[in-house]
């Protein structure tokens, strides 16, 4: 990171302080505002660097946005705990305290947002369980075996293969300003398949981080066990044919991070509100804007087509060939939503948008307000 380390250095011990100076009610209030207020001035820096200089950003500027917004992960998800009473508060008694015992009580909360394996990705990790890995505790950091963490290197190998091969397949192909009508359809399932490989492969390198310095699960333990979950689940990604358990699943610690922080407190559309908010988190390119509300359109119309499915499908026939059509359609319209967010450029996303791939989630929205309307009149 270089000097802009300092980006993140000065928002850890802000939210440090907030935590440690302010009631349980309010910590959570507080430290929202202040981070997503610094991480939006960051990206503000970026959108101009990109997009009204016409530069290209520093990686290094890149890489410290990305610490950035996993540490507004662990911030937030911290604030939450202890506006939920599930971590206790440090502000009680604070002058009664020595200058020592402040430092004390404020240093596990600066090692947790600062620790390095969070700072360079993988899954998020809850305070009570860094807190009790450091600890020592045996029942929630068991140790892994060699084999263990070779298992999960061959997987990393293989995933990197495929993208050998999978970019060689999409440099030796036409690009969407190139293509031409159905031709587009392959650029987009090629292209899109490209990204998928390097995110899974970055998740299990991180997940391998995580655990080699003791914050992971033991290998063949069940997901999510003791607050632990890993980002990938490759296999449900590639098979389902549901968007909604696609959403789930995809980068799933985030997922719940996102359900805890926005859905479950939203009165008024926590979908859209979700994936607004997963928008602006995520730097508010207009690509990423697009796609993530795409992304909430067809998850709601997801909802009621599968519904609707399952009352009216009754052989086992059409069963398979229902969920053959619909987890070709799924995987299409994930592809569609990957190269809009992945995008920078407002002209590709205009590409993208007037090309023949617009039917897939155009045929979501047409059954949406269909089955929609249905539903209307049956209630």
Same mark, same amino acid.
């Given at each position: ?5 300092? /980006?993140?250095?000065i928002?850890? /011990? ?7 100076? &302010? ?5 959570? #209030? ?16 970026l ?12 990686? #290094?500027?890149?890489?410290t ?12 998800s ?9 971590? @206790? $508060? ?63 290197? &061959? ?11 999978? #970019? ?8 969407? $300003?190139?293509?031409q ?22 998740? /299990? ?26 980002? $990938?689940?490759?296999?449900?990604? @590639? ?52 796609g ?10 997801d ?6 499915? *399952? ?5 086992? &026939? ?11 359609h ?11 967010? @992945?995008? #920078? ?7 993208l948008? *007037?090309?023949? *791939? ?20 049956? *209630?």
């Open positions: 990171m270089g000097s802009f380390s300092v /980006l993140v250095f928002p850890a /011990l802000c939210s440090m302080v907030l935590i440690y100076s &302010l009631d349980p009610q309010e910590v959570h #209030r507080w430290t929202f505002f202040f981070q997503m207020s610094w991480q939006t001035l960051c990206h503000l820096g959108h101009y660097t990109e997009y009204y200089l016409q530069e290209v950003s520093s990686m #290094r500027f890149c890489i946005l990305s610490s950035l917004m996993l540490l507004t992960q662990r911030v937030t911290l604030s939450l705990d202890i506006c939920e009473g599930k971590v @206790e $508060a440090a502000s009680g008694g604070i002058r009664s305290r020595s200058l020592f015992e402040h430092l004390c009580k404020a240093l596990p909360y600066f090692s947790y947002f600062l620790f390095f394996p969070a700072l360079l990705g993988g899954p998020l990790c809850s305070f009570q369980r860094f807190q009790a890995c450091v600890q020592g505790s045996s029942s929630l950091c068991p140790r892994h075996s060699f084999w263990a963490l070779a298992w999960r290197g &061959l997987q990393i190998l293989g995933l990197e293969g495929l993208k050998v091969v999978m #970019r060689a397949v999409v440099s030796a192909g036409a690009g969407l $300003a190139d293509c009508q159905f031709q587009c359809i392959y650029v987009m399932w090629s292209t899109a398949g490209l990204f998928k490989l390097t995110y899974y492969s970055h998740w /299990l390198l991180d997940d391998s981080l995580l655990c080699a310095a003791g914050f992971g699960s033991e290998f063949g333990q069940s997901p999510g066990q003791e607050g632990y979950i890993p980002d $990938a689940d490759i296999w449900t990604l @590639e098979t389902t044919h549901r968007i909604s358990l696609f959403t789930r699943k995809w980068n799933q610690s985030t997922a719940q991070w996102l359900r805890r922080l926005i859905f479950q407190h939203g009165r008024a559309c926590p979908l859209l509100q979700t994936f607004a908010f997963s928008a602006w988190w995520h730097g508010l390119h207009p690509g990423q804007v697009f993530f509300l795409c992304w909430a359109v067809m998850v709601e119309a909802y009621l087509i599968h519904a609707f499915a *399952n009352l009216s499908i009754r052989s086992w &026939l059409m069963q398979l060939l229902y969920r053959t059509l619909t987890w070709a799924t995987q299409l319209i994930i592809a569609y939503i990957m190269l809009a967010v @992945e995008v #920078r450029s407002v002209s590709s996303l205009w590409l948008c *007037n090309s023949y *791939n617009s039917v897939f989630p155009m045929l979501y929205c047409i059954l949406l307000f269909l089955l929609a309307k249905r539903k209307y009149k049956f *209630n």
